[in-house]
């Protein structure tokens, strides 16, 4: 069965620092998205992503956080400038249509700020 | 932001017993809602969905019921398993928007 998968599962960074957190949604999918949750707390949307530019953003999503589609195959958050309270769980997830249609999760890419 | 709630953070269940997780929201102009599970140190893995134009939908073990005027949506599972405990998110999609807005979920354990 396709999935959706992320790299890496964790990633432990200094405060300042850029990360580029990676995700490959599954192949015939259109719509893609990133979520986060920080610990204790709800799944929270970021950024939704189609036909190569940004469809929706929350406002969490600041300047400070950018996403890619380098290729066919990969989707990537960045986030410039990481601050402690970037700290969460990040989940990529894609869909075949918008809207009505599931969307499907990778396994989440854990991002600590020391 | 607290458009979509689920108040029960934790339900334990006997085995074979009927689970049922319950989600209320507060914005009319969500027509579209899904349930999540979700294990430990893994993502959210789809479960079931309902359009805001039917009131019940099921997949095999799994039903969920929507109440417009109530704007409420339950999930049963039934038979309950050991395997179903994890947590279940309640989610919703609606108007121009096509991000999902979570429920803060709650914990099922399915007892032996």
């Known amino acids: 069965e396709p999935e959706v998968t992320q790299t890496p599962s964790h990633q432990v960074t200094q405060m300042g620092q850029e990360v580029i957190l990676r995700c490959v949604p599954i192949?015939?999918?259109?719509?893609f998205y990133w979520y986060r949750q920080i610990l204790g707390q709800k799944v929270e949307f970021l950024v939704s992503f189609y036909n190569n530019e940004i469809s929706e953003k929350s406002e969490i999503f600041d300047d400070q956080f950018s996403v890619e589609r380098p290729d066919g195959s990969n989707f990537t958050l960045k986030i410039r400038s990481t601050k402690l309270e970037d700290s969460a769980m990040y989940f990529c997830?894609?869909?075949?249509?918008?809207?009505?249609?599931?969307?499907?999760f990778g396994p989440g890419t854990r991002l600590t700020v020391t | 932001d607290q458009q979509v709630k689920q108040n029960s953070p934790s339900l334990s269940v006997q085995e074979g017993r009927i689970s049922i997780l319950n989600c209320d929201y507060t914005n009319s102009m969500f027509d579209y809602f899904l349930w999540y599970k979700k294990y430990p140190a893994e993502g959210p893995t789809f479960l079931i969905s309902?359009?805001?134009?039917?009131d019940k939908n099921e997949d095999g073990r799994f039903t969920v019921f929507l109440n417009k005027s109530a704007k409420h949506l339950s999930l049963h599972i039934v038979p309950s398993q050991p395997g179903d405990s994890a947590v279940y998110f309640c989610a919703a999609l609606g108007g121009a928007t096509n991000k999902l807005i979570f429920g803060t979920g709650t914990l099922l354990a399915v007892q032996p």
């Open positions: 309902i359009s805001s134009i039917k």
């Open positions: 192949s015939n999918h259109l719509y």
């Open positions: 997830a894609s869909s075949e249509i918008l809207g009505g249609d599931e969307q499907y």
